[in-house]
């Protein structure tokens, strides 16, 4: 080896979901690990016509280099999205990325030193561990619980450069934080200074009722907030967003520049072209109803065949199951387990960023079907007896 890595990239490490995926492709293996939308929902009909649009209209201002902060007219956009949901910010707050998990890495370019605090809730989305790491921080866990962080446990992050939270459909909880408990979190970070970072990619994916206003419209000057269009049009597109204070704002952007220049002009036209006129108004309610009757699929099977001491959320939204199983079953010592049986999922300890809790595990619904979610809690049922 010729080449001194940085410190920072000793702190690099594998994605325990993507190396699962990889098991997963094998033949015959049902997922239930992924947290992947569903490719029938993918508007391919209508991103085909998009394309056509834009490459006969703008071809040439599409496929050249592009502001870094965005296509003006998808920020102005998504400013007039975020007003509606009661955060009333400016298109030049918002800036478009390469998907909301580029906006984590921006965060922690800019907002974290080596030794410094962040504050993240127990348990917590793998994926922001992943972009905070080569920044040095130092994690502190907040305690949650069904309702997201109990507000007094934010004292322990006192100091912290900020608090990332997932208030919608949590991965990998599968919560969503009420009303009551938004604002109890929200003035308990504001007494003591604390700075929010809210991500939000599973906000529209409520089933039965619409979740609560985010944190940004309570305390919008110390709140960066991330979206997403992944989850509600398609993934590769690689698009997200994030909206952040006026005096944030500039060096979000100067890291952004640093790290690709701009996102993908071409894609972001393409977007604008297919939501502009209001086409999610009817798009992601056949996403919202599609996900409901594969919740509704995983419950019941959770129910009929989950042996004693097992404990589960029922989602009200989003992706994700998240199962406590018995005391001693260690869910990442019982995947291989599973897998021979012919399922699998993400086990629970890697989504801890301290103490994790070992008989935990994450399981997504919205990528098979009713009868392959039968099917495969019926084979994790199996392996947690044979392993207990």
Known sequence: MNFQMARRAERMNPSIIREILKVTERPGIISLAGGLPSPDSFPVEAMRAACERVLRDTPHEALQYAASEGFAPLREWVAAEMAAQGLQADASQVLITTGSQQGLDLVGKVLI??????????????????????????????????????????????????????????????????????????????????????????????FDAEPPPPLAARWAEGTVYLGSFSKVLAPGLRLGYVVAPPALFPKLLQAKQAADLH??????????????????????????????????????????????????????????????????????????????????????????????????????????????????????????????
């Open 263 to 388: 996102s993908p002009g071409f894609n972001q036209r393409v977007v604008h072209e297919v939501i502009r006129d209001g086409f999610l108004r009817e798009h992601v309610p056949t996403i919202r109803a599609r996900y409901k009757a594969q919740r509704d699929a995983m419950r019941a099977a959770l129910e009929t065949h989950m042996p004693a001491g097992c404990h589960w959320n029922v989602p009200v939204g989003g992706m994700f199951f998240w199962v406590e199983l018995p005391e001693g079953v260690d869910a990442t010592a019982m995947l291989p387990k599973a897998v021979e049986r012919g399922m699998a999922y993400v086990p629970g300890a890697a989504f801890f960023a301290d103490h994790a809790k070992a008989n935990t595990l994450r399981l997504s619904f919205v990528t098979v079907s009713p009868a392959q979610i039968e099917q495969g809690i019926g084979m994790l049922a199996q392996a947690i007896e044979e392993f207990a």
């Open 113 to 206: 030193d080596p030794g410094s605090g962040v504050a993240v809730e127990r348990p917590t989305y793998l994926g922001a561990l992943q972009a905070f790491a080569p920044y040095e921080p130092e994690i502190v866990s907040v305690e949650c619980d069904d309702d997201g962080p109990i507000p007094q446990a934010l004292e322990a992050a006192r100091g912290s450069r900020f608090l990332y939270l997932l208030p919608n459909f949590q991965n990998p909880s599968g919560r969503c934080m009420s009303a009551a408990r938004r604002a109890q979190v929200s003035d308990a970070a504001r007494a003591i200074g604390l700075p929010i970072v809210e991500d939000n990619p599973y906000g529209d994916l409520w």
